[in-house]
């Protein structure tokens, strides 16, 4: 399907005023003329060896570019997904308890201006306001340029810390901050929507009137008998999120200069350079998988009931 | 449900309302745009240019010098039209799947709502991005490629619709009618399942707007020097360092239009549809 894309990257790669012959040449090696299904066969074959091609445009293994830049991409939304499920849950969770109140009616139009902001606008002022007004935070990158990183997880702030480089550490947790907050937004409203929602159903329910009327305290009630029964809703919207966030990284990436994956991919296609974007689209639909799989597993383990009905 | 009571409860709820009057606000903005804009949005005046809000240019200016303040609000024109243009496009086709896998089920359905979730299995985004990387980079490909990533949410609402009404004694009174199949889908199992479209529709208003000015933002969508938001932010960005304005108002603009179509979506949901809260 990608090669439906309209543009020769044999063309794109030697410039306009390439000869046919360098054309040629240049389309032979990179293997374009075969058929399609036979460039599909190919490339099928070589995957199974651990092999992605190679990119069109830097003459780089496909697998080293990506590698790296995934490494970034999920950095960055582990954090989003911590940041937006911490804040989201506890806001539901208050929101729900005090229904009604004021916190619960202005954190729900919170939630709800999160979802209508376009992440790309909110992530530009956040820029504004913390780096170029009050410059307390850096505006892009993963650290600063001069600071020396030597890759043993892929993951900067991982990787300073198991070091002991505690400089690093605070200047990439500094340059973490912003990206992942801006990217943290659309996800956190969506938690904290659901969670609300969730928790009033549970709330009503009749074990949580026993486990008040046994004279368990507020916090008992809410943390141990509403919040996990409420969890299986949450982590599932937890878990969809994912893909969203593979999304929004797009958009935080370009806006930050933060080196992920998700400005690779568009950069890419830009340039039609067919193997780099066909690892990334694999790359993506095993993520999806593996997160729906571990969603699932979670599943089982908040939830007995379904490891019961499972075994029968 | 009559319309007059859906309109008197439509009026009780306060948040609807508020996200109508942002929405009726900006489509009087779009069509009365040329006759209040202070300035032509393409003309460049280099000697005013990134100027930051005054009484002559009340959004200031962007880098070309052009007037922000008349740029969105012709651009209010283009963000409106792509909103209704590709939100048919998911709705005709996505409501037609819809009806087809729901009344038909067994293997119509399987094969159809499978495909669906293929397209549903990757990031709308993402999926946007590619469907315009193949048809190349314009405003009318931005509408397609939007439209097309939101057909599976329209077809999968309409099909548990449809599937829901099936099992319900007019429906299995018409087939014991003998009632043709296209006469209950078109007669009856349609009218029935248009309350629940109209609502997704409200709030995929709001979601086409977004998405078509990120492909905006991103250089996929609309090709300067055209007023869109989207694109207008990208350029903003370039000088968020001394010009935050040039990026500040066209995003406040976006953000307005897509909070009212939120806004008043919800609200419609809670009176049109309670099932779906």
């Known amino acids: 399907m990608l090669r439906l894309i309209p543009g020769d990257p044999a063309h794109l790669l030697l410039g306009e005023f390439a000869s046919p012959q360098e054309v040629a040449r240049i389309r032979d090696k990179l293997g374009l003329d075969g058929s399609y299904p036979y460039q599909y066969y190919i490339y099928l074959r070589s995957l199974l060896k651990g092999d992605m091609g190679v990119s069109i445009r830097s003459g780089v293994p496909v697998f080293q570019e990506i590698s790296v830049r995934f490494l970034a991409t999920v950095e960055l939304s582990i954090a989003a997904m911590m940041i937006s499920s911490f804040i989201g849950i506890i806001a539901g969770v208050i929101s729900s308890v005090r229904r009604y109140s004021v916190f619960d009616y202005s954190s729900m139009v919170v939630a709800l201006a999160g979802i209508s902001m376009p992440i790309f606008w909110l992530g530009l002022m956040l820029m504004y306001f913390f780096s170029v007004k009050l410059g307390v935070l850096p505006m892009m990158g993963r650290f600063t340029m001069g600071l020396e990183h030597h890759p043993l997880t892929g993951f900067v702030t991982l990787d300073s810390l198991l070091k002991g480089d505690f400089r690093l550490f605070g200047n990439s947790l500094k340059h973490l901050i912003l990206p992942s907050f801006t990217l943290a937004t659309i996800p956190m409203a969506i938690i904290a929507r659901m969670t609300r929602s969730s928790m009033l159903e549970v709330m009503s329910k009749d074990y949580i009137r026993t486990a008040r009327a046994k004279g368990l305290s507020d916090r008992n009630v809410i943390f141990r008998h509403a919040l996990k029964n409420a969890f299986l809703p949450i982590i599932t919207v937890i878990g969809l999120n994912f893909g969203l966030l593979l999304g929004g990284a797009v958009l935080t990436e370009t806006i930050f200069s933060w080196p992920g994956l998700g400005r690779y991919v568009v950069d890419s296609l830009l340039a039609r350079d067919y193997p780099a974007v066909q690892g990334c689209i694999l790359l993506f639909a095993v993520i999806m998988v593996m997160v729906n799989l571990l969603v699932d597993i979670v599943y089982f383990y908040i939830d007995p009931r379904l490891r019961v009905d499972g075994k029968s | ?277």
């Open chain 2, 1 to 277: 449900m009559e319309k007059v009571e859906i309109f008197a409860e439509m009026k009780r709820n306060r948040t609807s309302m508020v996200g109508l009057i942002l929405i009726l606000g900006l489509v009087a903005v779009a069509l009365i745009g040329p006759f209040i804009a202070p300035y032509n949005p393409l003309t460049p005046d280099p000697i005013n240019r990134l100027q930051g809000p005054s009484w002559v240019h009340p959004f200031g200016t962007d880098s070309l010098g052009r007037d922000i303040l008349s740029r969105v609000i012709y651009g209010s024109r283009i963000s409106i039209i792509i909103g209704l243009i590709a939100v048919s496009i998911s709705l005709v086709p996505g409501t037609i799947l819809g009806l087809l896998a729901g009344f038909y089920g067994r293997r119509v359905d399987e094969s159809i709502m499978r495909l669906m979730d293929i397209m549903l299995a990757f990031p709308a985004i993402l999926l946007a991005i590619f469907i315009t990387a193949i048809l190349g980079p314009n405003l009318l490909n931005t509408m397609i490629a939007v439209g097309i990533v939101y057909i599976p949410h329209y077809a999968r609402i309409v099909r548990s619709a449809v599937l829901s009404l099936k099992e319900q004694l007019f429906i299995q009174a018409v087939k014991s009618l003998g009632g043709s199949n296209l006469r209950m889908i078109a007669l009856h199992i349609l009218p029935n399942t248009i309350p629940p479209i109209i609502v997704y529709a409200t709030l995929g208003m709001g979601t086409a707007v977004l998405q078509a000015a990120a492909l905006g933002f991103l250089g996929l969508g609309a090709q300067p020097p055209t007023p869109e938001w989207g694109a207008m932010l990208s350029e903003g960005r370039q000088y968020i360092q001394n010009a935050p304005h040039v990026a500040a108002f066209p995003g406040l603009a976006i953000f307005m239009l897509v909070l009212g179509f939120n806004l008043f979506g919800d609200g419609l949901r809670d009176v049109l549809d309670p099932s779906l809260r």
